[in-house]
């Protein structure tokens, strides 16, 4: 039975609450989730993903209310913006409640809040009752699993089921908003984008990679195992004209169009979508994918930096090595 796929919301129930590892979908990536009050099962999500002790985790809940059985105070920013965002991708980062295993939250004051907005995620949390921890259903540092067959190639029959909700909707991880701060820090861009949450609650900050050392922010997070480069668009024909590449099997993912003619026999052009919601949806898959073919590297040439677009070149930062 260990890692089935599956559709059935009863069994994914009683391994729960007997202390399983589930791994569930949720409209950004899949996630490999356990009972949040049960600290032997949330150990055991640490072990299947490898993770440091050190990188806290999300917990998932049903609804709004829940939120106060795992946060100290909800503030009314906290409030504007789930009426317009949740469930949906953006996690709330507020001050824990006192009971909250020190797991999760990796020792911190503070824990990650996120109603997911997937329908069978939704309905199981709603027949668990309780809050689900959950990271990306991917080892630590690998690429974040948007189909569960993908949770299945990385993490096989560690889990002890494996929910099958489909390809995911937005395919990259929610933004983490830390609003324990003020102005509330944009912790990681998501599909929620910047310009949506101070529509809302007004400016906000960004958080500065080079300032501070939350784990999740650890850059060769998300990455592939065939080296990757971003280089950016208007420098790529000159890049791959050059002689050092040319024994090399090259991917280039890229939202240009193929040039007419490609001097390189070993380049393989694959184009990306034009448009940045569904760029998101595949870009997961396409690294996967170029993961899975006989290259030596992967060439990513980064989206505008606007939106979504944002949180699209954040994963491909992290994902790459120094742009040339
Ligand atoms: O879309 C998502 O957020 C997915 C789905 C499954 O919900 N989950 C996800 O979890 O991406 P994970 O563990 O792969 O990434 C969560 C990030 C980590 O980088 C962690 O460091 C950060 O959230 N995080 C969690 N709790 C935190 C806290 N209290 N303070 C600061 N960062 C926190
Ligand atoms: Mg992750």
Known sequence: MSGQISQDLNLAVEILRAGGVVAVPTETVYGLAADAS????VKRIFEIKCRPASNPLIVHVAELN??????????QIATQLAARFSPGPLTYILPKKSHVEEMITAGKSTIGLRIPQHPLTLELLQMFGGGLAAPSAN???????TSAIDVQSDLGDQVDLILD??????????TILDLT?????????????QEEIEQVIGPVSTFNRAATASPGQSKLHYSTQTPMVRVEGESLSVFLRNENLKPKKIAVLTQEPAPK??????VTWLQLPGDERELAREIYKRFRDCDCG???LIVVTPAAESGIGRAINDRIHRASRDSI
Do not use: K, M
Not at 38 to 41: K, L, T, Y
Not at 139 to 145: A, E, G, H, L
């Open 261 to 266: 003619r490609l001097d390189n026999p070993n």
């Open 294 to 296: 006989d290259y030596d």
């Open 139 to 145: 080892r630590f540092t690998r690429v974040s699993p």
């Open 66 to 75: 829940a939120l106060e059985n795992w946060a100290t105070t909800i503030p």
């Open 181 to 193: 701060q003020s102005p509330p820090v944009v912790l990681r861009h998501g599909a929620v984008s």
């Open 38 to 41: 049960n600290p032997e099962a």
């Open 165 to 174: 909700g489909g390809r995911c909707e937005i395919g990259i991880e929610s």
